[in-house]
């Protein structure tokens, strides 16, 4: 069957924020309020960069450490 992308929501999400990190581990809990979400731990990983999978936040390891 084919089907067509479903858009579900009438109102978009907001863009996603991209946070800027001095630590490998991050956690997230959305910002709190209604937007909040259950506290995740985020590794920033070799990468220097995680997504929270609630929120879509963008964590960014920021620095010059080494
Ligand atoms: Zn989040």
Do not use: K, N, W
């Not at 084919?2 to 959305?30: L, N």
């Amino acid at each position: 069957m084919t089907q067509t992308a479903p858009t579900p929501s009438p109102t978009a999400f907001p863009p996603p924020e991209t946070i800027h990190v001095t630590d490998h581990r991050v956690a997230c809990d959305g910002g709190g309020g209604a937007l909040g979400h259950p506290r995740v731990f985020l590794e920033l990983g070799e990468a220097g960069q995680a997504t929270c999978p609630y929120c879509d936040r963008l964590f960014v390891l920021d620095g010059e450490r080494h």
